[in-house]
Every structure is written in structure tokens, then in C-alpha cells.
T-cell receptor, first 109, second 114 residues
């Protein structure tokens, strides 16, 4: 079967750095996506990785290792507005997105 | 630019009543369209997807159905709602993707079945 694992919840301090991990087992791989979802709102696209390595976008970076079935989302200089759930999704061989359950990130002052 | 609309934003329905949720997309042609459900504190569950008018694929057997009467319109329906149908319903659109093309979500409909 297909499976994506993320921690359920993480807590970090404003101004700090946090790393959210995602491991996956899917039938085929055609890219990995990270989304941000604030409470009560729809998910919004954050980042995309298809090759191994680090993709940087401002305060957010995403890393992929295809051989390990592993990705992480790195958030730097945390702000209170970063409190949200972060969803990892993998596009499989049928080009469908397989979704993790999401990691709820709590930022404390 | 593309936009996606869903309505209503919230809905409270009694058990056994019918349901119709509508989703429309603007600014693109022949999109893939998706219906997801998200239970409280849970991940996204793909319910239906459509690659064209009248073409519907169901991912999970249930008392819900979907239709695509027009290229940019996607409707989620039920004849009789169950308590377990409560959740956050999200419509998404996306091209059949290679590269960075991914799915983009509408604002969602929060459904409470009592």
C-alpha cells in the first residue's frame, strides 16, 4: 500500500528554526509537495521537489532524498503566522497526489 | 489567472437529507477536478476526480456521488446524508501534472450533519 508519515504535532519558539520530516512509500514517484494549511482554511502550495537536494524559497526550504523516501520542510526565523498544519504529498505513478495526515506546528512567543 | 469557487461556505444538514455542493473554476480549460474530504484534525481523503466532462472516478465507496456537467463545474451530491459525512469538503483543480504543476484548492465547505 501507499503510505506517507509525518509527526502529528510539533512546537517551536518564535524566531527559531524547525524541521518537519516526511517519509513515504508510494507506487512510483513523480514529485513531492509541501502545503500549508491554516485552521479552517484550504491548503496552499508551498514547495515542490522532484530531484534530490534542497530547494530554497525565502524562509522556507524543502529537501528530498528519493533513495531514502524522505523529505523535510525547514522553516527559519519562525513567526507567529507560521502556526499552521503542514501537509506532505507525493505524486505517484498515476500522477495522483497521496497525502500525509499533516503536522500541526505550534509557535510559542 | 485561475480562480476556484465553492459554495456554500458552511452547511448544517439533518441526517437523511440530500446534499449538493458546487465547485467552479475560472481562467483555465479542461482542468482535472477533485473532491476531497478532511475530517477534523485529519489528512485529505480523495473522494472523486474528473479528467473531463462526464468522466468521474471514485476513490472511496460511499453514499456520495459526483458529476461534471460542464468543463469547469464539479458537483458533489448525496441522496441521504449520514452523520459520518460531516467534514471539510475541498474542491481542487490541476493539470495532469508533470513538473511543478500541482493542485490548487477552493475555500472549502464545512458540512455538519446532525
Amino acid at each position: 500500500g501507499q503510505n506517507i508519515d509525518q509527526p502529528t504535532e510539533m512546537t517551536a519558539t518564535e524566531g527559531a528554526i524547525v524541521q518537519i520530516n516526511c517519509t513515504y512509500q508510494t507506487s512510483g514517484f513523480n514529485g513531492l509537495f509541501w502545503y500549508q494549511q491554516h485552521a479552517g482554511e484550504a491548503p496552499t502550495f508551498l514547495s515542490y521537489n522532484v530531484l534530490d537536494g534542497l530547494e530554497e524559497k525565502g524562509r522556507f526550504s524543502s529537501f528530498l532524498s528519493r533513495s531514502k523516501g524522505y523529505s523535510y520542510l525547514l522553516l527559519k526565523e519562525l513567526q507567529m503566522k507560521d502556526s499552521a498544519s503542514y501537509l506532505c504529498a507525493v505524486r505517484d505513478s498515476n500522477y495522483q497526489l497521496i497525502w500525509g495526515a499533516g503536522t500541526k506546528l505550534i509557535i510559542k512567543p | 489567472s485561475q480562480t476556484i469557487h465553492q459554495w456554500p461556505a458552511t452547511l448544517v444538514q439533518p441526517v437523511g437529507s440530500p446534499l449538493s455542493l458546487e465547485c467552479t473554476v475560472e481562467g483555465t480549460s479542461n482542468p482535472n477536478l477533485y473532491w476531497y474530504r478532511q475530517a477534523a484534525g485529519r489528512g485529505l481523503q480523495l473522494l472523486f476526480y474528473s479528467v473531463g466532462i462526464g468522466q468521474i472516478s471514485s476513490e472511496v465507496p460511499q453514499n456520495l456521488s459526483a458529476s461534471r456537467p460542464q468543463d469547469r463545474q464539479f458537483i458533489l451530491s448525496s441522496k441521504k446524508l449520514l452523520l459520518s459525512d460531516s467534514g471539510f469538503y475541498l474542491c481542487a483543480w490541476g493539470p495532469l501534472g508533470e513538473g511543478q504543476e500541482t493542485q490548487y484548492f477552493g475555500p472549502g465547505t464545512r458540512l455538519l450533519v446532525l
